[in-house]
């Protein structure tokens, strides 16, 4: 079973491989050196997921609000930081208005790919949080800048129990006070 944090990475990555003026289509994982030849670069990946109870901690079978913090970094080079930086803005800002007003996405009114499990659409409630963060790598031949994305979504997680015998009916056996148990139940109840 895919979780809901690589489902949610895998159609952000569909949706943003088709984006103009990069090299190659993101990458599922980040790197931690770009080659200069690979540059622009955009990377979409998980950088991390929090379980927090649905309701009472305890009390019943494990649910769990779970946030889903997806990384899309926009990675370039070989011009001034001020270009660089312009650059990254505008590349972050259409990454942005392709992800959020995309119905299929927001709403998860993408069924086409729902027949492996349909309960998986939508990907997630909500998005709760979006962050813009610059990253300078010092290390290189050249100038380098990285503007990342870290959005955050909110999805459920249930553990249902495992339930291995399945409760097809209840044997009631009535007996009198003081009198000996019948050898058979009095009365058999099947249940729905």
């Not at 990475?9 to 943003?16: F, Y």
């Not at 670069?41 to 769990?64: H, K, N, Y």
């Not at 998860?108 to 949080?129: H, I, M, Q, Y």
Request: proline fraction near 12%.
């Amino acid at each position: 079973m895919t979780t809901d944090a690589t489902a949610i990475r895998d159609a952000i990555v569909d949706r943003l491989k088709t984006l103009p003026g990069y090299k190659k289509p993101p990458r599922k994982v980040p790197l931690p050196q770009q080659q200069p030849n690979d540059l622009p670069q955009l990377s979409v990946f998980i950088m991390g997921e929090r379980l927090t109870p649905d309701g009472d901690a305890g009390a019943g079978e494990p649910s769990f609000v779970s946030e889903v913090t997806i990384g899309i970094s926009d990675m370039r080079g070989f011009a001034t930081p001020m270009v660089l930086d312009g650059q990254n803005d505008a590349a972050v800002d259409l990454i942005e208005t392709r992800l959020l007003t995309d119905p299929t996405f927001v709403r998860g009114a993408d069924l086409s790919k729902a027949e492996d499990n349909p309960a998986r659409w939508p990907l997630f409630e909500a998005v709760t949080g979006i962050t813009r963060r610059r990253v300078y790598p010092q290390d290189g031949e050249t100038y380098f800048a990285e503007l990342r994305l870290e959005m955050t979504f909110r999805t459920r997680v249930d553990f249902p129990p495992i339930v291995p015998d399945e409760l097809h009916s209840i044997a009631v056996t009535l007996k009198p006070p003081g009198e000996p148990a019948p050898a058979e139940p009095s009365l058999i109840i099947p249940v729905p």
